[in-house]
């Protein structure tokens, strides 16, 4: 399948970024060299999110860059980020997926790129480096909070493959960050029930089916502000930690994975055991 012709849905689950979603779906509008289906779930915003995104959803030249392949799904109540994407996973017909999120922004040149890394290495899903935009980018609690993010992607190369350093943190970032193909997504099924770790989760879940790319350029450029729930879900981050990692685990326990570059006993005797100490991940297993 060339670039050419395939399909690419972005998901883009939406919740109270009425400041913000304009840019966020124009910036899918501006890829380029990709055929483009948008599906736009709200969360049940009680902002503008859904009056901005109907407006610019009835705008002829931003509905004919995705030749009328838009869909708003609104829901009557909320029920989390990641039953959001669920739903805009099932509603999408592509046959590549990329997630964004109301109040992120994607690099003009970012789903070619993403395309283009699966096809050339015959990976399943890809990311990219993040760079972090917004007020809070430049302040100096938005410098710590940038510097904690990327702390997710330096040092990857220090690991002994993507799959070890996905392991050992979420190299992802961001739910937003996450790009595959149909394929993955119907061999490990949907976002998990978290509030917080559900795009880590989703990322180890792919790790034991392909070993995942990490494109070293920021394609993708993630919003800080008060509101990330990146800053306001740290208290159950610890215990859905343990949730994700036990069943990265007991999945790679009960078969060896389907990657022969995941990490585990199996395919690195001995490397495995090693970073299973570093990490302290002992108490998961």
């Known amino acids: 399948m060339s670039a050419a012709t395939a399909l690419v849905s972005v998901v883009v689950p939406s919740y109270e970024h009425g400041s913000h979603v304009e840019e966020a779906?124009?910036?899918?509008?501006?890829?380029?060299?990709?055929?483009?289906?948008?599906?736009?779930?709200?969360?049940?915003?009680?902002?503008?999110?859904v009056a901005v995104v109907e407006r610019l959803f009835d705008d002829r030249d931003f509905a004919a860059r995705f030749e009328h392949r838009l869909r708003l799904v609104v829901?009557?109540?909320?029920?989390?980020?990641?039953?959001?994407?669920?739903?805009?996973?099932?509603?999408?017909?592509?046959?590549f997926l990329a997630i964004l999120n109301s109040d992120d922004v994607y690099a003009p040149e970012r789903l070619s790129v993403m395309l283009g890394a699966l096809q050339e290495g015959g990976a399943q899903l890809a990311m990219s480096r993040v760079a972090c935009i917004g007020a809070g980018a430049d302040c100096e609690s938005?410098?710590?909070?940038?510097?904690?993010?990327?702390?997710?992607?330096?040092?990857?190369?220090?690991?002994p493959s993507i799959g070890f350093a996905s392991m050992?943190?979420?190299v992802a970032i961001s739910s937003g960050n996450l790009f595959f193909s149909r394929a993955l997504y119907e061999a490990v099924g949907g976002f998990d029930d978290l509030r917080?770790?559900?795009?880590?989760?989703?990322?180890?879940?792919?790790?034991?089916?392909?070993?995942?790319?990490?494109?070293?350029?920021?394609?993708?450029?993630?919003?800080?502000?008060?509101?990330?729930?990146?800053?306001?879900?740290?208290?159950?981050?610890?215990?859905?930690?343990?949730?994700?990692?036990?069943?990265?685990?007991e999945t790679m326990r009960l078969e060896p994975p389907a990657n022969p570059l995941?990490?585990?006993?199996?395919?690195?005797?001995?490397?495995?055991?090693?970073?299973?100490?570093?990490?302290?991940?002992?108490?998961?297993?």
Request: net charge neutral; with cysteine; proline share 3%.
């Open 75 to 95: 829901h009557e109540t909320n029920r989390g980020a990641h039953a959001a994407i669920n739903r805009g996973l099932r509603e999408a017909t592509g046959d």
């Open 262 to 285: 995941a990490p585990s006993p199996q395919y690195w005797p001995g490397v495995f055991e090693y970073w299973m100490d570093r990490l302290g991940f002992w108490r998961y297993w």
């Open 196 to 249: 917080y770790c559900h795009d880590w989760g989703f990322l180890l879940r792919a790790v034991l089916v392909t070993e995942p790319v990490l494109v070293q350029r920021a394609l993708y450029r993630y919003r800080l502000h008060d509101t990330n729930s990146y800053r306001s879900l740290d208290s159950v981050a610890e215990a859905e930690t343990e949730h994700v990692l036990r069943r990265f685990f």
């Open 142 to 159: 938005g410098a710590r909070e940038s510097f904690r993010l990327r702390r997710h992607q330096d040092g990857v190369e220090r690991h």
């Open 25 to 49: 779906l124009r910036s899918v509008a501006l890829q380029r060299e990709v055929a483009l289906e948008l599906v736009v779930v709200d969360d049940a915003s009680r902002d503008d999110s």
């Open 168 to 170: 050992a943190s979420n």
